[in-house]
């Protein structure tokens, strides 16, 4: 089984997500970083972010991750975009290897964003994070996909595909690896020293590394 995350892995998403956090800062009157620092919030979870880097309490975490999903929802959601030739590349894979989602992206996102793209019809789980805030990490949300797709009596040895560390370090806690991708938001530093096993130049190269597992 192949487990995929989702932003910066199949759906170029940035512009949506930079915008709905620009726009929960903005609710705050925090001043908003410059665009190098707001691509670091591309991959880690949301409360991970309002939390961690700017340093907000509980409450006002929930207050801001309600406030970017005032927006996102309605507009930037589908301020996004699907990676050239990602269609394909599901087409021809799932046809050989089941595959689910991994991300740290609630599954009401993760599955919209799916359907609206018409790529939904690829997976056999999506699976993400609750919209209460529990099972956001990537390791939680790797051991909920594993755990449905053995439900479902996939029993194929796993390797997950992702564009940043989260993504490496959250499959390894599983036993996992994982393969990165450059077109994402992380570097090729970033996931080798993260432990990535392989590392796909483009959606083509990744096609071919997928088929001769």
Sequence with gaps: ??????????TDSAPGIIACIEYALDDFG???????????????????TFGGHFGMSEDDVHRAVAKYRE????????ENDVYDGVPDMLAAVSAQVPLAVATSKPTYSATR????????????????????????HKEQVVAYSLGEMRGRGVASPPVMVGD??????????????????????????????????AVADTVADLQAMLLAR
């Excluded at 927006?71 to 589908?78: A, C, Q, S, T």
């Excluded at 964003?113 to 956001?136: K, M, N, P, Q």
């Excluded at 390894?172 to 020293?193: D, F, K, N, Q």
């Design 1 to 10: 089984m192949i487990l995929f995350d989702l932003d910066g892995t199949l």
């Design 30 to 48: 925090i001043e908003r970083p410059g665009a190098e620092t707001m691509r670091t919030f591309l991959g880690p979870p949301l409360y991970d």
């Design 71 to 78: 927006r996102y929802h309605d507009v930037g959601l589908f």
């Design 113 to 136: 964003i799916l359907e609206h793209f018409d790529l939904a019809r690829y997976f056999d789980v999506i699976g993400g994070s609750e919209l209460d805030g529990t099972r956001i």
């Design 164 to 197: 940043r560390e989260h993504d490496v370090r959250g499959a390894a806690t599983h036993g996992v690896p994982c393969i990165g991708v450059m077109w994402g938001y992380g570097s090729r530093e970033e996931l080798e020293t993260a432990g990535a096993v």
